[in-house]
């Protein structure tokens, strides 16, 4: 598989640069890259290089559907708040912060419900029931381990958001960068 590309056959090449810096680094950062590529160029016909903000979000990477703020204990839904119980976001957390692990109703009682083992109790699927209910049925989160427990088995599906509250207004969006013929 050849890795040359001829922009001489193309209008435009257009790389995306995504760097995690502080906001008010971006800009300048942007502009040095574009520097950069002009000076790496070195052809005066492919001198034109544009630098824009993009939106965070990228088909080719999807935002999850579930999204769990930690600090603040909120739990969004396609970006709406899912109303849960202080257990039901505590199970849901522990069963995400454990992905691919299959986890049993006593271990679960002892680790979310902080409770001695109790091995003929219902309590953790009476949970478990009304947080798939609460999530819907096009989110198949949590998965019954028959006769054993509940696992999560993609980490796809959700992101725990452990960062302060206003994360996401710190965190600048990538950058395009054109390189287009004069």
């Avoid at 600090?71 to 976001?89: C, M």
């Avoid at 505590?90 to 979310?112: I, K, N, S, Y």
């Avoid at 019954?144 to 509940?150: N, W």
Wanted: contains cysteine; aromatic residues 4%.
């Amino acid at each position: 598989m050849s890795t040359d590309y001829d922009i001489a056959a193309h209008d435009q090449l257009q790389l995306l640069v995504e760097i995690d810096v502080d906001a008010e680094r971006a800009p300048s950062l942007a502009a040095d890259l574009e520097a950069a590529l002009r000076s790496a160029l070195d052809y005066p016909e492919y001198a034109a290089v544009t630098a824009q903000p993009m939106p965070r979000t990228s088909p080719e990477r999807p935002v999850p559907a579930l999204r769990i703020l930690t600090r603040p204990r909120i739990v969004q839904l396609h970006g709406e708040p899912v109303e849960l119980t202080r257990l039901e976001y505590d199970l849901l957390l522990f069963l995400c912060r454990h992905p691919h692990q299959v986890h049993d109703r006593p271990a679960l009682m002892t680790e979310v419900w902080r409770l001695p083992e109790h091995p003929h109790s219902r309590t953790v699927d009476v949970h478990v029931r009304r947080l798939r209910r609460k999530l819907g049925p096009e989110l198949p989160l949590i998965t019954t381990v028959r006769g054993v427990g509940y696992r999560i088995d993609t980490t796809r599906l959700f992101v725990i958001d452990d960062g302060p509250v206003t994360a996401d207004a710190a965190r600048p969006n990538p950058y395009q960068l054109t390189v287009s013929r004069s």
